[in-house]
């Protein structure tokens, strides 16, 4: 069959799940009759719902179809890979994981548009068959461009924005199923829709500017905590990607290093990180916080350098295999160093059962308006992780309020506790986003609970 005329098929059969959504429900969309779905979980399994369908959209003039002819409620899904609720609804989900790859490229502007559905991974090797790679990547790369994009998914590096401060134009098609092609000529509205917390619509292109193709050195370490971060500007400005994983109940942090590098590929080998750090985790369950400090200071003391050479999009990226919850929260940048001292602190002198590494980056200042580092200063990240089979609550909760002490804003797609009266007063065109969001959506069908509890006031 060819695959017009499977795309003429898909279509059909779309439009008569459509037509009979509208037959069984007051509200089309809001059928049980309709397009069951399998329930959803995210990646670490913290999140689980029984949605009540999922469109599978293969074609934008589908998506545009479904936004149209129906009213109920909906949330656009990537990979799943957010910790915050962003998706659980009593409505029905949107997968445009179909609508992926490279759609156009130019190799004059060094700008690339993808299939806002696209994983990050998988578009590292096409890039580079083309001659471009992107710029920055962050700590994993199982994420779509638009989930990614939606909650200002970053990397490391101060001279390296978020991926949405890349994004040099998207197509948003709005919750009522009109087409925007929205780029910087749009003012106000692409500051908006570059972060949007899938609060706006649903994303189903991305256009984003790259560079021309190149290779990385990459050097892990362990240092002490203390000498690092006295340095850290100084470390961070002079390399391309700097941060660190502090230990916890330990003097030391894993430092990890990135450079543009002219070196031949794969000389060393390179033990996965996620080992290196699970070695370094604290022993003894029931140690005291003195004695899981020598044992941690020991093995630190002991671990080996490496270091790798590789194409770019296949050392920014890391492989997670052991699920966590996280909570990340944004800093500036002149008072990041005294935060992760604080939480170190706190950790060690209230005994905190937790043995995840801390991690620590900087990105650079952005506009996109919901952007973590939003505004004109660089923004320091910290991230506290803890192991998917331990609730996190007690840990994150004693935590949370130290990040807010240093002007603390939070990753959206991570664990945070606030909603709309302490989110405006951190980010300084929030009410001007939430405008945006209720013109674009004045009847609310993307927000679910955990988005009301963010815009509505
Ligand atoms: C192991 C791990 C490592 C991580 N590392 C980093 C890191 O280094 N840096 C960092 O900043 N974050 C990191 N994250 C967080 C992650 O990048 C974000 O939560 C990201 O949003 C997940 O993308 P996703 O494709 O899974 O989207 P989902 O989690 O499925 O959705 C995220 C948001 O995007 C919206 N959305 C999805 N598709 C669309 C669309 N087509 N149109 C409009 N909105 C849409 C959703 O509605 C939702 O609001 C990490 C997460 C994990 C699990």
């Known amino acids: 069959m060819n695959k017009q ?41 913290g999140l689980n719902f029984q949605p009540q369908g999922r469109f599978d959209i293969t074609e934008e003039e589908q998506l545009i179809e479904l936004l149209k002819s129906t009213t109920g409620a909906i949330r656009p899904v990537g990979s799943g890979h957010s910790f915050s609720p962003l998706i659980p609804t009593d409505g029905h989900l949107v997968v445009i994981d179909q609508l992926n790859g490279i759609l156009d490229y130019d190799n004059d502007s060094m700008q690339a548009t993808f299939g806002a559905g696209s994983r990050l991974g998988d578009l590292g090797a096409p890039l580079y068959e083309i001659g471009q790679g992107m710029m920055n990547l962050p700590d994993i790369d199982r994420q779509t461009v638009a989930g990614a994009t939606a909650t200002g998914t970053h990397g490391t590096g101060v001279e390296f924005n978020s ?51 190149y290779k990385l050195k990459k050097r892990e370490w362990t240092a002490p905590t203390e000498d690092i ?45 996620e080992t290196t750090l699970a070695d370094l985790r604290p022993l ?44 990340e929260y944004s800093v500036p940048a002149e008072v990041g160093a005294d935060c992760v001292r604080e939480v170190l602190k706190t950790i060690y002198d209230e005994a905190i059962e937790v043995d995840f590494p801390l991690e620590y980056r900087y990105v650079k200042p952005e506009s996109p308006w919901l952007s973590m580092a939003y505004g004109d200063e660089p923004h320091a990240t910290i991230s506290i992780h803890r192991n998917a089979s331990q609730d996190y609550r007690p840990y994150f909760d004693r935590i949370e309020p130290i990040f807010w002490k240093y002007g603390g804003r939070p990753h959206w797609g991570k664990i945070h506790s606030l909603g709309f009266s302490e989110l405006e007063r951190l980010y300084p065109r929030y009410r001007d986003f939430v405008e945006v969001r209720e013109s674009l959506d004045p009847s609310g069908r993307m927000l679910n609970d955990h988005l009301k509890k963010l815009f509505i006031a």
């Open 5 to 45: 005329l499977i795309q003429k098929l898909n279509r059909r059969s779309f439009l008569a799940s459509s037509l009979r959504a509208a037959l069984f429900g007051a509200f089309a969309i809001n059928s049980s009759a309709f397009a069951q779905s399998t329930p959803w979980r995210n990646w670490s399994g």
């Open 284 to 327: 003894g369950v029931d140690a005291t916080p003195a004695e899981k400090l020598a044992m941690n200071n020991a093995l630190a003391e002991r671990a080996e350098v490496s270091e790798a050479v590789d194409l770019s999009y296949k050392l920014l990226s890391n492989i997670r295999v052991n699920p966590f919850n996280e909570m």
């Open 163 to 213: 991926l949405s401060g890349y994004i040099t134009g998207l197509r948003l098609v709005t919750p009522n199923g009109e087409i925007r092609d929205i780029d910087a000529s749009d003012g106000d509205l692409f500051d908006a829709a570059r972060v949007n917390v899938g609060a706006l619509g649903v994303v189903t292109q991305v256009r984003m500017q790259n560079r021309s193709a």
């Open 229 to 273: 971060l006295s340095r850290f500007d100084e470390l961070a400005a002079n390399h391309r990607h700097f941060e660190i994983f502090p230990l916890v109940y330990s003097d030391y942090s894993l430092v990890l290093q990135i450079d543009e590098s002219d070196e031949p590929i794969g000389q060393t080998i390179i033990p996965a990180e």
